[in-house]
């Protein structure tokens, strides 16, 4: 600590192997969906919409939505994570740890990146939950 900041280690958890149907070189995907993360971000998501339903069904979510680099045109999914704001509905027989970190697992093994979320009930920054409002796309809504 001799020029004042302290030193942190956080070890980040690996990306689960990538199955998914990203456009990727030589697809015949259009220039704009192969490079532009915006449209890949979607596009994973469209392809996964049904398994989203089922986990936000299984988990008793209320809301998911998408917020982050998944809403811009820099992500990548070789290197960025995708972002949930989740509202979670009744407690249904699990705490709510089990809920948090199952439908991290679940939405990771789906989505075949990294998943991050943010218990919309906890987010207590207003400044946060201000921006959050402003940018986040809804994905599923009971």
Known sequence: MANG???VCIRARPAPPSDTNIPREGS????AKRYNGRIRAQLLLDSKREGLEALCRKYAVRRLRLFGSGLRYEWDPAISDLDFLVE???PIGMNAFQRVTGLLLDLEALLGCRVDIVDWNA??????????EKSANVLFAA
């Open 28 to 31: 015949g995907e259009t220039f």
């Open 5 to 7: 900041y302290r030193s």
């Open 88 to 90: 979670f509905g009744p």
């Open 123 to 132: 987010a207590q920054n207003p400044f946060f939950r201000a921006h959050a």
